[in-house]
């Protein structure tokens, strides 16, 4: 006899074993349903007697059924318990955290005299939570308005609950009233994807939010700062750009919202300062880059440094041979805070005057990130600018500012936090995956 054949008896004797048992267990449920009772007599629970023809086989099967689901019972009581013990664990360590004194970062102590009120719209976003953080540092009251667009409220978490720090959930579009004594308004979407995403609510950002801001200096007699941008310049025929120059924009090209619309920003302070003598200060801020800038905003830092750190192919728009100058976040906080506490009132140009092309910084990300991402060329951008460079004399001379981060220095502090945010993205990814996988019916 042959293996094969064996096996099939083997088989066939086991399938019916297995089937005898099923209708044996068959029999029994059927016999337990309609014969087993239980019955209740003067508060005494009495199970019902056994039917004088059931066989010991049947008996077995109900005893061992019983004995299962008394288990599974209990087993869930205790589930039961176990849920609820952590549900009031769960509340207990709510009640410690609401109880225990958050630890902030180091604040200076200033008396009323010197504290300010100060207003940042925008204040959860990149640039705006780095402000936060120095004015906080400094000891002044810090009101931050974001409509979370762009902005996140992790940016700012550190600060929240403290004595001098607020957040209002707020679109600057509509108007605000509030006590303050200085404004920096940086609310608006800053990247092409995102302000090219919503082009009529970007230039109500730029020009409603930006009456509303000035009207509110007005009213509460505060200073203002209004950030502006190097795209002011568009796509510039004279290099370095100075202030005075008076930029080569396109009026109904895709990028229009944003450079019109910060065009009319800065012409809508600068008749709010001449016809209701209101403070203003325009900083035209050029490429600027460093930790919690949006992962997915499509700059040219972001995406080579997100395309490194995957491996993927390092994309350059164009020929490679346009530039740009980029400075770290913090020396721009350190020209914007200057630049609000002078009395200078004409647009100052903040940026970094060392000029890099654009082919020259993809292969420095190649070389600070590592692994085996390649360079590619890809379709140039419509309207992308070809030179962008700042001249900074006004700064310097006036401000008594330039910048300080080496490029290297900024980008290894921008590249370890884009990794930590991929990683972080990849737990929280794979966390999900478990719990929807957990739980599909």
Partial sequence: MTAT???LKIVAAISLLLLLLVYLYRMASVCISGKAALSVTGGEEVQAKWPPTESPLQRSLQMAYEEQSSLIREQKAELQRTREHLARLEEQVRSLQTSTPRKYPKVKY????NRKRILITGGAGFVGSHLVDDLMVQGHEVIVVDNFFTGRKRNVE????HENFELIHHDIVNPLFIEIDEIY???SPASPPHYMYNPVKTIKTNTMGTINVLGLAKRVMAKVLIASTSEVYGDPTVH???ETYWGHVNPIGPRACYDEGKRVSETLSYAYAKQEKVQVRVARIFNTYGPRMHMNDGRVVSNFILQALRNETITVYGNGKQTRSFQYVSDLVDGMIALMAS????PVNLGNPVEQTIGEFAEIIKQLVGGPSVIKQSK???DDPQRRKPDITRARKLLHWEPKVPLETGLQRTISYFRNELARSDRFQESSNKYFDTHTP
Wanted: cysteine-free; charged content about 20%.
């Fill in 158 to 161: 550190h600060w929240l609950g």
């Fill in 5 to 7: 054949k064996k096996r």
């Fill in 380 to 382: 140039a951008m419509e």
């Fill in 240 to 242: 370095p750009q100075p």
């Fill in 343 to 346: 009395n200078y009132t004409q």
């Fill in 110 to 113: 200033l008396n009323y005299k």
């Fill in 185 to 187: 308004h940086l609310a």
